[in-house]
């Protein structure tokens, strides 16, 4: 029995989980873990591993799995929206960046065949490790990650022709109008099918494979219907991967779409492993080290590049600075279908020995390397702004309208472009609660602007910023960003204006709560701590616990997981009665015809006939607090008692118009005294 294969992945697990074991201590990403057990277990080191072509079938799987899953965080819906990203930015990125890099190649002496493929090999950029970071991150969604993911849909759209190109250059007596012709009506019939099985086929059929009830048939179907149609497209010469996008974009509108992301998660990142680790297995270590000055060059080379066209590009298309830098970084390395298409070529003598292997080299480094240019990118763009650069090149060919804000005061300033942020400023809008949102994200703040909303665009890290949104008047300031170190950057800057106003702060993890106290939030809310309570408060409620003993239980929870931090808790703070599971706080009405109406308290002896006490009155919309003996009831009016419910019950009859309530027993059944107390 041949075991070669299940030797190759225990090999590549044993030392994936040794190299990310240590990666994790200083905080590298485990891609870069999965690259550097690819480089140690290859051919060009130890040789560990032995069915290489094996391992490339995984690491397809791997892909096939990333870009279905992408494809169900994204919609038709989404991907009709950035058509013009799509098409316009990516034909300009691709083509401004094949043209450079085909200059480049042939002033350094390759001939026109070589240079033309080695520029379009270069204009290409990794889908798989881009959209993972992006999806790690939870930008895919965002204003700059919607531009990244339209041009890398671009380049995965340009791969059958690049492979007819690639075979021209193999062989000019292929017929190129034909094939034309022919790839032509393969993308309609694609497109086509897609429309279709995202409108009626698929939705159809999930719903009846759900009716079964049986989540392994549903899981297998979901299986088959990514594999099918990435076979399907592959057969049509699209590549695999771009299938699987598809296949994923034909299920994200489906209300199974979430179900189906849940389960694929922890099998794509599996998969996912496997072609990281395959790159990493292509790098010649000897090639490096014996021509490193030219790698080296060529890497700075094919980054700065990239970087500077992709930015531009991004810039063409409207973006800020900071997004033209966050665009340009992202797609600065090569991409993974580069190796399929620099194969064909080293295979048909278009690529010599030398530039094949500088190719892989260069590839596989600024792959290794893009997860640190992700890190670098927020930290660069600021650093940049600080310069004097020209107004239009920090707000963009289209910067946003501004919008004249009003002299508020006591208002509210809602910080943030993520769901929370959003939905609160919704509710402040539909309660009439006057506020201003501080947007960093330009469609976003487009959409709110043209809804009527007041809206400030900018980073609120900056003072300007907050200075427009009036922050100095302001008496509550609402911090919902997810990211520690912006979110306490804010607060600092908010102190720094108004040192009294009260500040709100969202926080998506425990162990950040005292760091953010200690910069000076009024109060954090840990998202993820609320959401788990909530669930415990729902369970107790669902097993009939008493209401007393569920507020004790969940003040106890929040206790133990914030410790001193509780006390700041303005809205779920404990309460004394709590403590006393025999006495309530209950409002009774006092009824059209009750004998206490136009009585004071001190003549219908409130509390010596029942016990309780009185804490307040609310009187249509006037609350009288703390009643005097002389205080008069009125008909309508809504009194508020304390007391164990007998004696609220004795006073409710009171109240209610009866004319001879029962007096409070003991609990031998004696009449309690007149002047017995709670």
Request: aromatic residues 10%; contains cysteine.
């Amino acid at each position: 029995m041949e075991l070669a294969i299940l030797k190759d992945v225990v090999i590549i697990f044993a030392l994936s989980t040794l190299v990310n074991l240590v990666f994790t201590r200083f905080r590298i990403p485990t891609v870069v873990g999965y690259l550097i057990t690819g480089i140690i277990a290859g051919p060009h080191l130890l040789s560990l591993v032995k069915a290489g072509h094996d391992i490339e079938l995984l690491a397809e799987i791997g892909v096939i799995l990333l870009l279905f899953t992408i494809g169900l965080e994204f919609s038709l819906k989404h991907l009709l929206k950035i058509r013009r990203i799509v098409f316009f930015g990516g034909f300009v990125q691709v083509s401004v960046t094949a043209g450079v890099f085909i200059l480049l190649s042939h002033l350094y002496g390759m001939n026109w065949q070589g240079a033309l493929l080695m520029g379009f090999l270069a204009a290409l950029s990794s889908s798989a490790i881009v959209l993972k970071l992006l999806q790690g991150r939870s930008e895919l969604t965002s204003n700059y990650g919607r531009t990244v993911l339209g041009i890398l849909i671009f380049q995965d759209l340009l791969l059958a022709p690049l492979l007819l190109f690639t075979d021209l250059l193999a062989d000019p007596s292929v017929n190129v109008s034909y094939e034309l012709i022919i790839l032509t009506l393969k993308v309609i019939a694609i497109i086509g099918f897609v429309y279709a099985g995202n409108r009626w086929l698929l939705p159809r059929l999930l719903h009846l494979i759900a009716l079964t009830k049986n989540q392994e048939l549903f899981m297998m179907s979901i299986f088959l219907i990514c594999f099918a149609i990435a076979m399907l497209t592959f057969k049509l010469g699209m590549s695999l991967a771009f299938g699987a996008f598809l296949a994923g974009l034909m299920i994200s509108e489906s209300e199974y779409s979430y179900n189906v992301f849940g389960n694929f998660q922890p099998v794509k990142d599996v998969f996912a492993s496997f072609f990281f680790v395959s790159i990493g297995m292509l790098l010649d270590l000897s090639f490096v080290v014996e021509n490193y000055q030219l790698v080296l060059l060529s890497v700075i080379l094919v980054i700065v590049i990239k970087t500077i066209i992709a930015g531009g590009t991004g810039f063409i298309l409207g973006h800020t600075f900071q997004g033209t830098i966050l665009i340009g970084l992202a797609l600065s390395q090569v991409g993974e279908f580069s190796f399929v298409l620099a194969r064909i070529g080293f295979d048909n003598s278009i690529l010599p020995d030398f530039y094949y292997h500088l190719f892989l080299a260069v590839a596989v480094i600024t792959i290794a390397i893009t997860p640190f240019l992700f890190y670098l990118s927020s930290p660069l763009s600021k650093a940049l702004l600080k310069l004097p650069l020209p107004e239009f090149l920090i707000n963009g060919l289209f910067p946003l309208k501004e919008i004249e804000m009003p002299d508020f005061k006591n208002h509210l300033v809602i910080i943030g472009k993520d769901a929370s942020a959003i939905k609160l400023s919704e509710m402040a809008q539909y309660n009439k609660l006057r506020h201003i949102s501080i947007v960093f994200d330009p469609s976003t703040a487009r959409e709110k602007m043209n809804n009527g909303d007041l809206v400030v665009y900018g980073d609120a890290v900056n003072e300007p910023i907050l200075r427009k949104a009036h922050v100095d008047t302001a008496d509550i300031v609402v911090i919902s960003v997810g990211n520690l170190i912006p979110c306490m950057a804010i607060i600092e800057k908010v102190r720094q204006i108004k040192k009294n106003t009260y500040i709100l702060v969202r926080s998506t993890l425990i162990k950040n709560v005292e760091q953010l106290y200690r910069v000076g939030a009024d109060q954090v809310l840990p998202e993820k701590l609320e959401i788990a309570i909530d669930l415990l408060n729902r369970i107790l409620v669902k097993r009939l616990i008493p209401q007393k003993e569920v507020n004790r239980i969940l003040t106890h929870m929040r206790s133990k997981s914030l410790g001193v931090f509780t006390e700041k808790d303005l809205v779920n703070k404990p309460s004394i009665l709590d403590e006393f599971s025999n006495i309530n706080i209950t409002a009774v009405t006092v009824e059209p015809g009750s004998i206490v109406d136009g009585k004071s308290l001190i003549e219908i002896d409130l509390r010596k006939k029942t016990g309780v006490t009185l804490l307040a009155i609310r009187r249509g919309s006037e609350v009288v607090e703390h009643p005097v003996p002389e205080t008069v009831f009125q008909e309508n009016d809504i009194a508020y008692f304390l007391g164990d419910p007998e004696q609220i019950n004795f006073a409710s009859e009171l109240l209610l118009g009866k004319d001879q309530p029962t007096r409070p027993k003991t609990d031998d059944g004696r009449p309690k005294p007149e002047n017995y107390q709670a």
